[in-house]
């Protein structure tokens, strides 16, 4: 072997031995992503700087935390999520491998999408030497068979997820799959790995209750959170935030912080808005100092280099200088996160979406500023054009002389082991107010509940529509014989009891007048009695349950709801929960939407759960008050006293 050819084969050797005994990366995620290029496919054209991106750094660290199960991320459209990945499974093939399952919404646009991956892959030196060994068949567009690892890019369907283990699985697209299981299977898949393997979620909003939605929800959450340049207190990128009534600062109580614009001749001369000059005016408002916060590209910049997660919902004031991480993570984002999305495009398509809900009852503009610009679940509870409850300050203790009638409304559970209930005092004017809410586990509890707010037997009502026969049992159990008076100095003895009602598709009832014969329509049935005896020999009271229309009754409950203008107030406790949350005061008393469809040539009206999973039971509850108060006369002509029922034998 010649001088040449001995240069030669060291050279050789000294590359393998350098490749193979190379020093191992110890860094975060984010620091490896400084070697990736991005070309073909990506907005932003060269290599990845992570300074221009701090919004991934914490979710790129939940990556790669060796605890971290899965990491949710949801965020608006446009700022870099599925960066996440890109940067995440070359990250994977070369320092920590392991079979991977990258799904897409559907398979075309997963082979258009893995063109783009796989290219980015193959650009780092290091991966591009490991696959000059693979066979040709073993590397196609969608699939490398690396000799430490496989790698699978494919859509999100039935096939692609029953079958087959994988330590790691990605999830892009989530939106598009809300309701079909799919992703809890693809999840699944990673069971064979308990302590080794990760699921990444990715997506844009999708609706409340969805699938990506129940999986985020029960993530440890993180909210991105910008610092304020006057006063530097971190605080969420937030659509709006109104000041409560003891905020810090006297002066900007009952104002509102968030994204904004201004409004004067400039940007509404007229009366009609300037879209250039609403534009030209959008900025964000502290929500601690009311620092009017400009899009400039500095002051952009300052607040990507102060971005840091905040917990819960982002209105905790400051987050932790370290994140302390659970096995589920879930962030979120809206718009504002990346520094190429000017607010001004987001106040003009809010406020442009806001107009033609408002104006035109056209909501779908609103729906996708929520879903794809903030990057938050499409619910009722979202927008401000679903007027809260009414909060007039009341004490529930004190006396109010108004009142005249006080209700106990109880809403049923299936298994009757769980009942949630509400105390109402209503004046005779209609106006009601809340004394207490809560949940009882027993009839027992609800006796309880009864005594304490000394509420009569009769004004103590009970959802019947599960089970009926052992509530309707309850009802009699708890009753006394009284007497009435009927004019003319007569009178009468009846049973009073607790009384059974049960929600019905009917819209309206026929009543016959006990005086004139006459028949009217009533949002309630006529009394029913429910004979408990049948069947056990012996003769007992009789059990009073009515009907109530669905519609109606909720048609009369949304006016109080949205206090319309000349519909008597309907007041409520403080809600002990956010709004977003779904079993929230708020969002149970927005859990039905009105919807009219057409059938046999007639256009049939009804009110449907605006979500599978989100609990209504306050707003049953609330339609039953509406019937309760049709029955004793608040609402049209009360029912008649003849038709109660006599005392026992």
């Given amino acids: 072997m010649n001088s040449e050819m001995r240069k030669i084969a060291a050279s050789f050797v000294g590359r393998a031995v350098a490749a193979a005994w190379r020093r191992p990366f110890r860094g975060e995620v984010y620091e490896y992503a400084a070697k990736l290029n991005l070309q073909a496919g990506y907005s932003v054209k060269g290599a990845v700087d992570m300074n221009t991106l701090r919004h991934l750094l914490w979710p790129l660290r939940a990556l790669r935390a060796p605890w971290v199960r899965l990491v949710s991320l949801r965020g608006a459209v446009q700022t870099t999520k599925s960066l996440c990945a890109d940067i995440w499974v070359p990250y994977l093939i070369e320092h920590d491998p392991g079979d991977l399952l990258w799904l897409l919404e559907d398979d075309k646009k997963a082979r258009e999408y893995a063109a783009r991956c ?20 073993d590397k196609t567009k969608t699939r490398i068979s690396f000799r430490h690892m496989q790698l699978l890019v494919c859509g999100l369907n039935a096939g692609n997820v029953q079958s087959l283990s994988w330590r790691y699985v990605i999830v892009d697209e989530t939106w598009l799959h809300p309701w079909d ?24 909003g999708g609706w409340d209750g969805d699938d990506h939605d129940r999986e985020h929800r029960e993530c440890q959450q993180w909210e991105l959170g910008y610092r304020c340049p006057e006063c530097g207190r971190a605080q969420a990128f937030e659509q709006s935030r109104e000041r409560p009534a003891d905020f810090e600062l006297e002066a900007l109580r009952g104002k509102f912080s968030g994204l904004s614009w201004d409004t004067n ?3 509404r001369p007229g009366g009609r808005w300037d879209w250039d000059a609403v534009k030209r005016s959008a900025h964000h408002r502290c929500y601690f100092c009311d620092a009017r916060i400009e899009d400039r590209p500095e002051v952009r910049r300052a607040l990507n280099d102060g971005y840091c997660y905040l917990p819960g919902d982002g209105r905790g004031g400051e987050g932790p200088a370290e994140p ?35 104006e035109q009852g ?27 409850i009414v909060k007039e300050t009341y004490d529930p203790k004190a006396e109010w002389s108004e009142g005249v009638y006080k209700f106990l ?30 949940m009882a586990a027993s009839f027992e509890d609800i006796a309880k509940i009864q005594d304490l707010q000394k509420i009569k037997d009769q004004h103590v009502f009970l959802d019947c529509s599960y089970r009926m026969t052992e509530v309707l049992r309850e009802c009699v159990k708890h009753g006394h014989v009284a007497t009435v008076k009927l004019g003319k100095g007569k009178e009468r003895k009846v049973w009073r009891c607790w009384i059974g009602l049960k929600g019905s598709g009917y819209e309206m009832f026929r009543h016959k007048d006990p005086v004139t014969g006459l028949m009217e329509s009533k949002v309630y049935s006529e009394r029913k009695w429910y004979d408990l005896s049948i069947g056990m020999g012996k003769r007992s009271a009789r059990a009073p349950w009515y009907e109530w229309s ?21 007041l409520s406790l403080p809600d002990t929960l956010p709004p977003t949350d779904q079993n929230s005061y708020f969002a149970m008393m927005r859990s039905e939407r009105r919807q009219e469809d057409y059938a046999g040539g007639r256009k049939r ?4 759960p605006v979500s599978k999973t989100r609990p209504n039971h306050y707003w049953d509850i609330g339609g039953m008050l509406m019937a309760v108060e049709s029955i004793v006369g608040i609402i049209g002509q009360a029912e008649s006293v003849e038709s109660a029922d006599p005392p026992p034998p």
């Fill in 118 to 137: 796989l290219t980015l892959i193959k650009s780092v030196p290091e991966i591009a030497a490991m696959l000059q060994d693979v066979d040709t068949s």
């Fill in 181 to 204: 299981g799919l992703i809890r299977q693809a999840m699944d898949r990673t069971k064979q790995y308990p302590n080794t393997s990760k699921v990444l979620l990715i997506g844009q």
């Fill in 265 to 267: 001749e400039v940007t």
């Fill in 324 to 358: 302390v991480f659970a096995e589920r993570v879930a962030f979120h984002w809206p718009g504002e996160a990346s520094m190429r999305v000017p607010f001004g495009d987001l106040a003009v398509k809010y406020l442009k979406a806001k107009i033609a809900a408002e």
């Fill in 362 to 388: 056209y909501k779908l503009p609103l729906q996708e500023y929520w879903q794809k610009d903030r990057g938050c679940v499409w619910s009722d509870t979202l927008e401000g054009d679903y007027r809260e």
């Fill in 409 to 438: 409304i109880v809403d049923c559970q299936r298994d009757l082991k769980k009942f949630y209930f509400t105390v109402f005092l209503v004046a005779q004017s209609g106006e009601s107010r809340e004394l207490e809410r809560g």
């Fill in 550 to 570: 669905n519609l109606h009754c909720k048609d009369l409950l949304r006016m109080r709801r949205d206090a319309e203008p000349g519909v008597p107030a309907f």
């Fill in 605 to 608: 009206s009804i009110w449907v």
